[in-house]
Structure formats: C-alpha cells, structure tokens
C-alpha cells in the first residue's frame, strides 16, 4: 500500500471507528450476513478474529491536534448468554509491539529501546502483550450495550478500567467456514501516567481515548 494511501487510513481510523456504529442499520444493506439484532446472539464461548479485531488510540499532540494509531491482531475470548448477560466474560490480548502510527518514526519512538540500557521514553523495545480481564457486566437498558469493567495490563501495570461496549452485529460468516459471529465497539479513556509511561507530559497528553472494535467466532 502507497504512504500516503496508508497514512490517510491509520489518521482517520479512530473517527470513523467512533462514528461507524450510528450507521449500522441505519444504512445497512438487508442481505449484509450480519445485523444489529440481539436476537441473533446464540449462547456459548466465542474467539477473538485477529484480523477483524483491533485497538484505535489518540492522544493529544502539544496542545494542536491529536496523535493516532492502532494496535491489530487482538485476540481472545468471549463466552457470552443472552439470557444473561451480567454473566459474560471476555478477555483479550493486546500486542503492543504490533502498534502502528502514520508516521515511521513515531513508529519507532514509541517502540525504542532506553538509552544505555536504561527505561524507555515509551513502550521499549520488544514490548510484552497488554491484556483485559472483565471482572464484571453491568448491560444496558436497550438491549445493546453494556459497561464492561476488567484489569488492564500494560507496560506491567495492572489497573481496573470500564469499556463502553455496544453490540453492532451477529450472523454468520460466509468467508470463514459459516462461522457464527458476533461484533462490538468500545470506547474507554485511559491515563497512560498510570501505566508508567511518563515521557513529554504534560506537553503530549495523559488522557488516551480508546476506540476497540472486535469480532469473536463460534466454529
């Protein structure tokens, strides 16, 4: 893929991942294999497509506009009843040392190893996989979302975070065997001064705005 083909991509990645889910349904074709309906989610335990599952982030650039990237290859579980839906779980794996910018040396900055062997100003080099533990489900009164609450681990921090889940469609997969499937978008906001990440604050912000889109098959 030509730069600057790839660069437009990963910069407005995090917006349309935000604004995505108001147009599911709304302008949906009838025939798309999956649809926003509740009533299409079957009960059992669900794996994470890494292809199709993914973590958009921003952050505040110097006060002038924001910084973005995306981490892909999310993998995971969900186990998940409709007739239950306080009793979901889900838990993902997160690989850092897979995160993109549209810039490559950003790229690089964020993924450099500390001088002289010392704490990097970011993540370092060969950084370990973040992950998310849900601890509880508290579902919405539509039907359609849900507060997820689990313990994120990142950059060998572990700290309690809620994510804004909404469910955007079930079916089945015709490009993967008929596999049964069900997506979610999520949002949350994270302070990356909790996970240890210090570099450039306050002049690059605290606050990480999270966009998370995934999903999970039943084969």
Known sequence: ???PIRTALLLAAPLFLAGITAQIGAQAPANLPGKPDPARVTAGTYTADPGHSFVAWRINHLGFNESQGLVGDVTGTLTID????AAAKVSAVIPVAK??????AITAELLKAGADGGKPHFFGANPADATFVSTSVVP????????????LTLNGV???VTLKARFTGAGTNPFNAGART???MADSVIKRSDYGVM???????DEVHLTISAAFEAK
């Open 1 to 3: 893929m030509h730069r």
């Open 158 to 160: 572990t700290r309690p």
């Open 140 to 151: 919405g009164a539509d039907g359609v979302s849900a507060d997820v609450t689990g313990n």
């Open 82 to 85: 409709p007739a239950n839906l």
């Open 199 to 205: 570099f450039l604050l306050p002049i690059v912000g």
């Open 182 to 184: 069900i997506g979610f």
């Open 99 to 104: 995160l993109v910018t549209p810039n490559p």
